[in-house]
């Protein structure tokens, strides 16, 4: 029985998942929007969620935690709380969303997803999307 069995394994290690999780909402705090399958965004939607929500207010025990979580990453760290903390400070909840992607991976056929910021900042967002926006 999966009683109160909240978190997914994803077929490795706890030291395994640890790090994957370090990567993933390190890449997602760097560049804003990745692309994974669709079963790590929803596995580590709500890591990332907690460390915005611990980025909102900068704090030397709120950085220590940061830093801890992923990994003494300072350059990650500091544009957490430097440039995506301010930016959810009125924000409730809800920082990070999924959008399925319509293909699927090549490899495997595994359902791929993207992994992003609700509100992003203009020069990470992709030409087409830019030239739709002013359209």
């Known amino acids: 029985m ?3 069995d909240k978190s997914r394994k ?3 290690t706890g030291a395994h998942r640890r790090a994957l999780a370090r990567n993933i909402v390190a890449a997602l705090v ?17 890591f990332a969620e907690r460390l915005v929500t611990l980025a909102k207010e900068k704090t030397i025990p709120n950085i220590r935690r940061a830093m801890a979580l992923l990994g003494n990453d300072r350059a990650t760290t500091m544009k957490l709380f430097d440039v995506i903390g301010p930016r959810f ?6 920082y990070t969303r999924i959008l ?3 293909t699927p991976r090549l490899g495997d056929k595994a359902a791929r997803a993207l992994l ?4 992003r900042s ?3 967002l992709a030409p087409v999307e830019a030239e ?4």
């Open 100 to 102: 399925k992607l319509s």
């Open 89 to 94: 400070r009125e924000r409730r909840g809800g």
């Open 10 to 12: 994803l077929s490795r």
């Open 116 to 119: 992003e910021f609700v509100e």
């Open 2 to 4: 999966r009683h109160r």
């Open 122 to 124: 203009e020069p990470d």
């Open 30 to 46: 760097q560049h804003e929007r990745i692309e994974t399958t669709l079963v790590k965004a929803k596995a580590y939607k709500p």
């Open 132 to 135: 739709a926006a002013t359209a």
